[in-house]
């Protein structure tokens, strides 16, 4: 019988790392995730490599930066044929591997993605809640209707864009994060009774806007007087000085749609604490708990009103660079540990690579797996790194951001963002391609990236070699009061 461990891969669409109960927001319910951090570790360092879908996806999904595997642009990624996902490393290992929800490796048009060799057997595909009701075959549209509800009724809708979103009186149990646990539930139950180990990746859409969480939810935080985002004049100058690397959002001070927008988007992330902890519940129930590793985590996050942004874009800011890990497999891993040195998101492929027994590939991340059972723990990440790179593009009579090539094959001008970001556990440094103009921040003393060091007299031998440190050039500079994180 193979005792190989088996795999529940639950993640998230845009999710801050701030957003769950037991890391430190007091504001927000999330009782499964807390019970999740109970029975394992969390990861309260972790990084992603691009804050766009696509490229956030593809690197986790292969351990490798986004550049090196032609994963630059929202909805296009053409790997290199020596680099595959882990997914299908696993199957080619004899796992059987199967998806619920979003992937959005490649294109998504009439919720349809053109499939690579993804190693999915089963593959029960809907990119988002609200988009292409109207496509044949659209499997959650298909559940509703097997409950006898038609769309119309608990979606409104943008006829300009074919974009729906949930009414605010749609019930929690019939939007897509419940579809999804229902089928993630039946997919364990018929495996339960196979000797094949397994994988299944569920992958909502929320917290990822429309801002649509149920209105009773919306109310609940409202009423508890969240914190205003971080926001202060002088971000306004910043995005003014980058106002060529795109944003889905023009900065402007906080209002009250925006802090409507965090209420909801607090109520989303609720709905899928409850949802994906009926997923758990059934492990659990069928006894599968102890042989299953269980990984939290989210593709990049979310500005929520932050320096007076919402969305995402090309910025590297705490709030859509930084996200939640979280993994679990209690009898074997640490248990209620806490692990605060600096992680990537590409370090994901190689650590189920480790846990799974499969020979490692060529990535850019390292197996986590020392730091999940306590031993022989490696020395920390110096530096946590991400990208944009020909990432996204702006067409001024369009109302948002669209993939390279898009425009062009239309006949307008565009432009494409390039930047990098490094971070050492104490200074981030943001370089924007072509322009002088960067960002620098003191993580240890301004966490919340209000004062931008590019231009401080004291602070230029540190930008420099950050600088020089992003290429790989060793500067053996000994940065004032330098503290690396690591401690676990």
Request: contains cysteine.
């Amino acid at each position: 019988m193979d005792k190989r461990p088996n795999i529940l891969w639950l993640c998230t669409d845009q999710q801050r790392w701030d957003t769950i109960h037991a890391l430190g927001n007091s504001f927000i319910d999330t009782p499964n995730l807390d019970r999740l951090c109970r029975q394992g570790v969390a990861f309260t360092n972790t990084y992603c490599q691009n804050p766009i879908c696509t490229p956030s996806r593809a690197s986790f999904l292969t351990g490798r930066y986004p550049s090196s595997i032609n994963a630059n642009i929202n909805g296009a990624c053409n790997l290199p044929e020596h680099c595959t996902l882990i997914t299908k490393r696993l199957a080619d290992a004899g796992y059987y591997c199967g998806l619920v929800g979003k992937l959005h490796i490649t294109s998504a048009w009439n919720d349809y993605e053109p499939r690579m060799d993804d190693g999915y057997s089963y593959f029960c595909y809907n990119l988002a809640s609200g988009h292409h009701l109207n496509s044949p075959g659209n499997p959650y549209v298909e559940w509703l209707n097997q409950k006898g509800v038609d769309w119309h009724d608990i979606f409104t809708s943008d006829e300009k864009h074919d974009y729906h979103w949930y009414r605010s009186d749609a019930p929690a149990e019939l939007r897509q994060t419940a579809w999804l646990a229902e089928k993630a539930v039946s997919f364990i139950r018929e495996r339960s009774a196979c000797e094949q180990p397994w994988l299944l990746s569920v992958n909502c859409y929320d917290p990822h806007p429309p801002y649509d969480a149920p209105a009773d939810l919306v109310e609940k935080y409202l009423a508890r007087n969240l914190p205003d985002p971080i926001y202060s004049d002088a971000d306004l100058a910043l995005n003014n000085n980058l106002k060529d690397f795109f944003f889905q959002s023009t900065a402007h001070p906080t209002d009250d749609a925006m802090r409507r927008n965090k209420a909801s988007y607090y109520g989303m992330i609720e709905l899928i604490d409850r949802h994906y902890g009926r997923i758990i519940d059934a492990l659990d129930a069928m006894g599968l708990r102890e042989n299953t590793i269980v990984i939290f985590n989210s593709d990049h996050g979310e500005m929520l009103g932050d320096h007076g942004l919402t969305h995402k874009g090309c910025r590297f800011y705490e709030g859509i660079t930084h996200v939640p890990l979280i993994i679990s497999l209690p009898g074997t891993f640490r248990q209620n540990a806490v692990y605060d040195g600096l992680v990537e998101q590409t370090d994901l492929a190689p650590t189920i690579a480790d846990l799974c027994g499969i020979p490692p590939a060529d990535t850019h991340g390292r197996s986590l797996v020392p730091v999940l059972t306590g031993q022989n723990a490696p020395a920390p990440r110096k530096f946590v790194r991400a990208e944009f790179y020909d990432t996204l593009e702006v067409d001024m009579n369009y109302d948002g951001l669209r993939a390279p090539g898009e425009i062009q094959a239309a006949g307008k001008p565009a432009e494409s963002c390039y930047a990098t970001m490094y971070y050492d556990g104490r200074f981030k440094l943001s370089v924007y391609h072509g322009i002088q103009f960067g960002e620098l921040y003191d993580m240890e003393n301004d966490p919340q990236e209000q004062h931008n060091l590019w231009y401080d007299k004291d602070h230029q031998d540190v930008k420099q070699a950050l600088i020089l440190d992003s290429f790989g050039v060793s500067t053996k500079y000994s940065r004032p009061g330098q503290t690396r994180r690591g401690r676990y």
